[in-house]
């Protein structure tokens, strides 16, 4: 079973970047549809940003359109979030998590509980 590590969180100012990192190990990443959650104190876990197992389909939340992308390096086991001009609502915990299926037609999987493998959580704040 795959284990997988965020890094790259930290504090920054609005209109700022930062791109997250999720390592993985314990299996190849390429057998899994991958995807980037937050969660701000005192509200549920929601999805930002999915992609499918080769990369060619990615999906975003409305609120971060535009201002993020989510990548994969199969060959490397990691996904990445490249989050530009940020805003303090960004603020929260962001989780990488798996899924060792594909995506259905023309979707994703957009809720926590339809993914099994979860990252410990890097902390983004973004100051105003």
Known sequence: QVQLVESGGGLVQAG?????SCAAS??????????WFRQA????????AATSRSGTT???ADSVKGRFAISRDNAGNRVYLQMNSLKPEDTGVYYCAAVERTFYSG???S????????GQGTQVTVSS
Not at 16 to 20: E, K, P, Q, T
Request: a neutral charge; glycine letters at 14%.
């Open 111 to 118: 809720r926590p509980d339809q993914y099994n493998y979860w």
């Open 16 to 20: 700022g970047s930062l791109r997250l």
């Open 41 to 48: 104190p005192g509200n549920e876990r929601d999805v930002v």
């Open 107 to 109: 979707g994703y999987y």
């Open 58 to 60: 990615l999906y975003y």
């Open 26 to 35: 314990g299996g190849s990443i390429s057998s899994y549809s991958m995807a």
